[in-house]
């Protein structure tokens, strides 16, 4: 279980910076994000190449699993993602979603108060949190279990906010060649 200051593996800066560039012409004019060390890396690449302005949210941050972080998931002997599992200092899932419901009456403040678009880098469940209790998904989609890293998801507002794309990756095509090729090795 990661750690709120842990920072973002080199596969985790390839990653971000190839999300950046995938948004660099999107007309991005601000920068939401958790305030966790990897969102905010990932926030900064985004900012290198937009010069969006940058502010931090803690309601972003990922859902506290209080005593478990830093441990190792083989060790854990819970399913930590239960419905019903609350872990030790904490947040239960109500209290998540109740934070969440937070961050997103704070999303829709900021983005309808700009002129161009809003990115939000956040964590995977809030991101899951959001698709199943506020967008309306495309027909034929379903809230993912899991949400990749650096993955793009693209909501349009204004109500009913309606998500044109989700959980994408495709900026992350061909990463892992690509890194074999800069590095040297083929």
Do not use: K
Request: glycine fraction near 6%.
């Amino acid at each position: 279980m990661q750690l709120p200051d842990d920072p973002l593996s080199p596969r985790g800066v390839a990653q971000a910076e190839r999300l950046a560039r995938r948004l660099a012409g999107e007309g991005v004019t601000h920068i939401v994000s958790s305030d966790f060390a990897r969102a905010v890396a990932t926030a900064r690449h985004l900012r290198a190449v937009t010069g969006a302005p940058l502010a931090l949210e803690p309601l972003l941050r990922e859902r506290s699993f209080g005593d478990l972080r830093g441990r190792p998931y083989a060790e854990l002997n819970v399913d930590m993602f239960a419905p019903d599992y609350a872990p030790p200092n904490g947040e239960t899932w109500e209290a998540f979603h109740a934070r969440v419901d937070q961050a997103w009456a704070r999303v829709q403040d900021l983005a309808a108060g700009i002129d161009g678009h809003l990115a939000v880098v956040t964590h995977g469940l809030v991101c899951r949190s959001l698709a199943a209790r506020h967008l309306a998904l495309p027909d034929g989609e379903v809230v993912p279990l899991r949400w990749e890293n650096t993955s793009l998801t693209i909501v349009e507002c204004p109500s009913p906010w309606r998500v044109r794309l989700l959980n994408c990756v495709a900026h992350l095509d061909d990463l892992d060649e690509a890194r074999l090729t800069d590095s040297g090795a083929v």
